[in-house]
């Protein structure tokens, strides 16, 4: 199986800040990895596919990039709905495989 | 607009198994792999396995001795049969679609989730 790992598992940041999430993939998935954000008690919301591709319907200020086994999520400038869990998703093989997750909690 | 909704009961008890459907509305189930995730709490998401409507199957390798998942056409409806529960497979079930979108075969539609709860 592919293992993915995140970091931070979590991330203090202010509302105006920029984020960068980093995920690793344990071997090539070219860019085969999508990110979704999950909030308490709701299913996880697709943001970026195709490593950098944005979701129809979610918000410029989410980027996407990476290739290979290395991608970063970048949130331009933090709002108060974007406090929420962040999982990447390799989907080159199976079995699909998540991060463990980056929690954005307010500082 | 595809809806899923899963249901099943809340509370298993250890041993017993675990049993779970989702049902598809507004869309067909047809030429999508249908996938079932769950979440212990406050934990991260582990992919199950999937079921297409060809009949293909594919489980995860920890779970696959365990997972049975059948997928019912006329119903528009997926499940779950996890046996020989116990308080590990207490999490969230999720059943989601996996796009058949070329170069975007991630997950587009999700369940709300149940939780399901493995206890005496």
């Known amino acids: 199986d592919i293992q993915m790992t995140q970091s931070p598992s979590t991330l203090s940041a202010s509302v105006g800040d920029r984020v960068t999430i980093t995920c690793r993939a344990s071997q090539s998935i070219g860019g085969w990895l999508a990110w979704y954000q999950q909030k308490a008690g709701k299913a996880p919301n697709l943001l970026i596919y195709?490593?950098?591709s944005l979701e129809s319907g979610v918000s410029s200020r989410f980027s996407g990039s990476g290739s290979g086994t290395e991608f970063t999520l970048t949130i331009g400038c933090l709002q108060p709905d974007d406090f929420a869990t962040y999982y990447c998703q390799q989907y080159s093989t199976d079995p699909r495989t998540f991060g463990q997750g980056t929690k954005v909690e307010i500082k | 607009q595809v809806q899923l909704q899963e249901s099943g009961p809340g509370l298993v008890k250890p041993s017993e198994t675990l049993s779970l459907t989702c049902t598809v509305s507004g869309g067909s189930i047809n030429s999508y792999r249908w996938t079932w995730m769950r979440q212990p709490p406050g934990k991260g998401l582990e992919w199950i396995g999937y079921?297409?409507?060809?009949?293909?199957?594919d489980y995860s390798p920890s779970l696959k001795t365990r997972v049975t998942m059948t997928l019912d056409t006329s119903k528009n409806q997926v499940s779950l049969k996890l046996s020989s529960a116990t308080a590990a497979d207490t999490a969230v079930y999720y059943c989601a679609r996996e796009s058949n979108t070329p170069g975007k075969t991630i997950f587009d539609y999700w369940g709300q989730g149940v939780l399901v709860t493995v206890s005496s």
């Open positions: 195709k490593a950098s």
């Open positions: 079921i297409h409507n060809s009949g293909r199957t």
